[in-house]
């Protein structure tokens, strides 16, 4: 269990409890996209499936989202942001997750698209950004 004062994962260089644990406990609402993406991040680090339904958009959010594959998230990088700031309505977040399973290390990189939904971020869906060869 994570404490306030430990790292946050999604990797700002901010302590947990000044970073992602605001949004995750839901005392507060992400100010962007890019916050949004990160606490999601945290999330799916910690398996908290009532965060990743509450931070999905109720249009495009699947009944059965969450599959325990037994893997570990290890690392985020956010590669680039369009939009998505305090007045903004949508956003896009660009990211690459790391994770390990089956002690096979993997790597997500997608495009995100965020919007606005009753006053607060909601993540839409994305894009899967492909290895150029």
């Known amino acids: 269990m994570l404490t306030p004062d430990d790292p946050c994962p999604c990797e700002s260089g901010r302590a947990y409890g000044a970073c992602c644990e ?6 507060e609402n992400a100010p962007t996209a890019e916050a949004l993406m990160r606490s999601r991040y945290v999330a799916y680090k910690l398996k908290n499936t ?22 570990r998230w290890l690392g985020l990088k956010i590669k680039a942001t369009e939009a998505g700031g305090e007045g903004d309505t949508s956003g896009m977040v660009e990211f690459v997750a790391r994770y390990k399973v089956n002690g096979q290390g993997l790597r997500l990189h ?3 698209r965020f919007r ?3 006053g607060r971020w909601v993540y839409v869906d994305g894009d899967l950004v492909e290895k150029k060869r």
């Open 50 to 71: 009532d965060y990743l339904a509450y931070s999905w958009d109720p249009e495009t959010c699947p009944d059965d989202f969450f599959m325990d594959d037994g893997g």
């Open 110 to 112: 997608e495009r995100s």
């Open 22 to 27: 605001p949004y995750l406990s839901r005392r």
């Open 116 to 118: 606005r939904f009753e």
